[in-house]
């Protein structure tokens, strides 16, 4: 009896097993795991972007696969749709609207040859291979026409993006999008049928009204949102979610793509987002979800045999890569002739227009399914993206590095300590240590007491209460008795250290908002903070108390993981990668820190093999005259080492360093959503020793946006 049961229940298990596999919840399953670990597997063992590993997983998960995922049934229905209009808006959002202003008229103009020639070259090649068919050869046109900042993160990194040929190519971005976008609605318009001249006029009259109300219409509403929400993150990220996908559906109203509208609302929330944490968590959740999901799903789309058959008669992919490549070219070329730009900013502006992946996807797509685009086109195009995405950030790495050029020479004039300037210049120098962890407070009191005495300053131990309802609740005053005992140690330790200390316990809302509060109430000069790993998708997507105070301090901060004391610190190893005020502001930090322990400072800079002895020299020459400026009683060492991989160059010179300093930098996804990584964050997890990353306060350009937005001190 007990046999026929079990048997029963097996029975009855597999029409329920059988159920399951045809539940969403199981493709959305797949889907979490493809985008978890085949980017990461394609980028560390085959080196090659984690798009194309999403790519081939929807080919192996497709119709021409396992038939594991199927465009059209849930949830492919809806995700790849919202991965779309996500990567239109992450676009928009991209877009350096502070850089455009400035150099307006020229991107103007650059904008124009980067879209013009290459929708004539795109054109003609359309009508080459489809005879008389001239809405579809115009919509390939329009695909040549925009172009994708995925060198973006390589001149931001060796800081030549004030170089006007790079801010005149990043201001060209919204013209040839833009422009790219609405040929697009136009092309789409006309072949389904029913056009007329009456129909074009009514249809770019309602472009306009459209556009005008989203760019200035959701600006405004966004600054004003933005200003009375105050520290409210998860309203404001909503806000910008609204925004979005409003846009997106009123396009559609006036008869327009849904992308026209997600890239003019990214435009439009620009300046109200800033380059805040809530940007942040915008391009986060687009880059770990939803842009992921969509190229996963235009990977369902590949037809391998046509795929094979395409790149067989390679007479059309050809044609469109060499097309796209030297359009590009003659438009920087007579950018070049007009406005005198050397060769090598000629180059930069090239490679940084070459790269095809945001716009030109997103619209080859809606062509595709509107049946203007042939199948063939759609393969050759996603092959154009691996070319150009690869060629265009190579040259720039070859190019880029030579923009920097004499005018950016330092003059040997004498350096102030990097706390006497601003407002702090009137208040004496001192330290704010937030404790809380009784196992890191005293390295990180010990460190803040060097820094202070060497200084003849001050140290602020904080510690931070979150506020209740009640003030007498019983949770505050445990918080009030933690905080004391705290306190009394980091003051009993500073007095040992010979260093006047002034503690501070305060109640507020929010640990990181505490902090940066306290700080500039208290006129600190710098933040010594512990180091807080981020954990899990929580952190990720609402931050942690670091992230926020780095976006909100109005001064450094240091964030520290020290695995000995700072007084036997004796190497202190300090990566430079190029002669920037930031890495200055770095330098000013060990100086102060060395010189009250008496350690030797070791200044590195990678360069590449290839690098000529004549840029060696130079370089060393900038080191050298920069060293000058801060006349150190124990003048650096300068290496420079040529390596082809930055981090492991780092990695084996810190081995015999004591502590080794960076500088943080934000992380930036490319417009393609997938989040590009950078050498901070690889050295984080591999450096062995004591590690600080110097992080400094937000630029003034984004004074306005931090106003709107109270999470900045």
Avoid at 135 to 151: K, P, V
Avoid at 292 to 310: E, K, Q, R
Avoid at 438 to 467: N, S
Avoid at 542 to 568: M, Q, T, Y
């Amino acid at each position: 009896m007990v046999h026929m049961e079990r048997l029963l229940h097996l029975f009855a298990a597999a029409p329920a097993a059988e159920s399951i596999t045809k539940e969403p919840i199981v493709p959305f399953l797949i889907l979490l795991l493809v985008i978890l670990f085949v980017p990461l597997l394609f980028e560390r063992f085959l080196k090659v972007p984690g798009l194309v590993g999403l790519l081939a997983a929807g080919v192996v998960l497709g119709p021409q696969g396992l038939r594991v995922l199927e465009r059209g049934a849930p949830p492919m229905d809806l995700l790849p749709e919202i991965g779309l209009v996500y990567l239109m808006f992450v676009a928009g959002l991209e877009i350096d609207m502070e850089q455009f202003r400035q150099t307006r008229n020229r991107s103007l103009t650059f904008g124009s040859f980067t879209f013009l020639v290459p929708l004539i070259m795109g054109t003609v090649v359309g009508l080459i291979f489809f005879p008389g068919k001239w809405n579809t050869s115009i919509l390939i046109g329009s695909l040549f026409a925009s172009h994708t900042l995925l060198a973006y993160p390589i001149v931001s990194r060796l800081g030549v993006v004030k170089n006007e040929a790079v801010t005149v190519t990043i201001g060209a971005t919204i013209f040839t999008d833009i422009g790219a976008l609405l040929v697009l609605a136009i092309c789409v318009a006309i072949h389904q049928g029913d056009f007329s001249a009456t129909r074009l006029a009514t249809l770019i009259g309602s472009l306009v009204i459209y556009s005008v109300v989203v760019l200035f219409g959701f600006d405004r509403a966004g600054k004003e949102f933005f200003k009375r929400s105050g520290d409210d993150q998860g309203n404001q990220f909503l806000f910008v979610l609204l925004a979005v996908f409003l846009a997106a559906v009123g396009a559609q109203l006036i008869g327009v793509e849904k992308i026209v509208g997600a890239f003019l609302a990214g435009l439009a929330v620009n300046d109200a987002v800033g380059e805040g944490p809530v940007k942040e968590k915008v391009l986060f959740v687009g880059s770990v979800l939803f842009i992921p999901i969509f190229f996963v799903s235009l990977g369902l789309l590949i037809d391998i045999p046509a795929f094979i058959a395409s790149i067989n008669s390679i007479t059309l992919t050809l044609a469109i890569v060499t097309g796209l490549i030297v359009s590009k070219f003659l438009a920087a070329y007579f950018a070049k002739l007009i406005y005198r730009y050397k060769w090598n900013e000629m180059l930069t502006m090239w490679s940084l227009s070459v790269p095809q992946v945001g716009a030109t996807l997103a619209a080859t797509l809606v062509g595709y399914e509107a049946g203007l685009l042939t199948k063939e086109v759609l393969n050759s195009v996603i092959v154009l993206l691996l070319v150009t995405a690869t060629l265009g950030p190579l040259v720039t790495s070859r190019v880029a590095p030579t923009l920097i050029d004499a005018s950016q020479e330092l003059e040997p004039e004498p350096v102030s300590p990097y706390w006497s300037t601003g407002e702090t210049a009137t208040h004496p120098f001192g330290v704010l240590v937030p404790v809380y962890n009784p196992k890191t407070e005293q390295y990180l009191i010990e460190m803040a007491a060097l820094l202070a005495r060497q200084a003849q300053g001050r140290i602020l131990p904080l510690a931070i209460a979150k506020a209740t309802a009640h003030m007498d609740a019983p949770q505050l005053e445990a918080a009030f008795k933690r905080g004391d005992t705290l306190l009394e140690n980091a003051t009993n330790l500073s007095r040992e250290l010979g260093v006047e200390a002034e503690p501070l316990l305060r109640i507020d809302d929010a640990i990181a908002q505490g902090i940066s509060r306290a700080a500039k109430e208290q006129h600190a000069s710098l933040i010594v903070m512990g180091w807080g790993q981020r954990t899990g998708l929580r952190a990720r997507l609402f931050g942690n108390v670091i992230d926020s105070v780095l976006w909100a301090a109005h001064c450094p901060v240091a964030v520290s993981r020290l695995l000995k004391s700072p007084k036997e610190f004796r190497q202190i190893l300090v990566p430079v990668e190029n002669i920037t005020p930031q890495a200055v502001s770095v330098l000013r930090f060990v100086s102060l820190l060395a010189a009250a322990n008496g350690a030797h400072i070791v200044l590195l800079h990678i360069c590449d093999r290839n690098t000529t002895p004549g840029r060696v020299a130079w370089i060393r020459s900038q080191l050298s005259l920069l060293v000058d400026k801060l006349a150190l009683p124990d003048h650096p060492e300068i290496r420079i080492k040529p390596h082809p991989n930055v981090t492991q160059a780092i990695l084996e010179v810190a081995k015999d360093c004591d502590l080794v300093v960076i500088r943080s930098t934000r992380r930036r996804t490319s417009a393609g959503g997938l989040t590009i990584a950078d050498t901070t964050t690889q050295l984080i997890g591999a450096i062995a020793c004591s590690l600080i990353m110097l992080g400094e306060p937000q630029p003034a350009s984004f004074s306005a946006s931090s106003e709107q937005q109270a999470v900045r001190g």
